[in-house]
């Protein structure tokens, strides 16, 4: 009886680690700066899976390096406050062909699903443009 209750435990455990392997692991870097970047009380923090960004004023581009172990779909949350200006939003890949793109004028709060191909580099772009607020990004693959 033991044996079989062994051989069960050893069958759970190479079940879960097959699992664990198979799920999609995301590696980030960033808050990348393109310069010129001109910006005013800028501040900012990130994490494995979120950026987060306030500014008096910021005119210029900033960016998230992201890629995946396999492929898989990505959920992008996010939020923005808009005092003044405009601030975009745009996924890309290595090859600049854009998986996402939006234009925001208002603050605005909103998610969606993206597909990232296995070991292909993305940027999240945040381009401000005379822009005064704060923004959130928050990713996680589903």
Same mark, same amino acid.
């Given at each position: ?11 759970? #455990?190479?079940?879960?680690?097959? #699992? ?13 700066? *393109?310069?010129?970047?001109e !910006? %005013? ?6 994490? +494995? ?6 500014? !008096?004023?910021? &005119?210029?581009?900033? =960016? ?5 172990? !396999? +492929? ?13 200006? !405009?601030?975009? *939003?745009?996924?890309? &890949? ?12 208002? +603050?605005?709060? +909103? ?8 070991? %292909? #580099? =993305?940027? *999240? ?10 923004y959130a990004?928050?990713?996680?693959t589903?």
């Open positions: 009886m033991s044996k079989l209750i062994y051989i069960f435990l050893l069958l759970v #455990i190479s079940a879960v680690k097959m #699992i664990a392997q198979e799920k999609a692991v995301l590696y980030t870097t960033g808050t990348h700066f *393109i310069l010129p970047v !910006k %005013e009380q800028w501040q900012n923090t990130n994490t +494995d899976n979120f950026t987060r960004a306030s500014y !008096k004023w910021y &005119n210029g581009q900033t =960016y998230i390096m992201m890629v995946s172990n !396999k +492929d898989t779909t990505v959920q992008l949350d996010y939020t923005a406050v808009i005092k003044k200006g !405009k601030l975009q *939003i745009e996924v890309s &890949n290595a090859k600049n062909e854009v998986v996402y793109k939006t234009t925001l004028k208002a +603050d605005t709060k +909103d998610l969606e699903k993206l597909e990232l191909k296995a070991d %292909e #580099i =993305y940027h *999240i772009t945040f381009t401000g443009q005379q822009t005064s607020g704060s990004c928050l990713w996680k589903i």
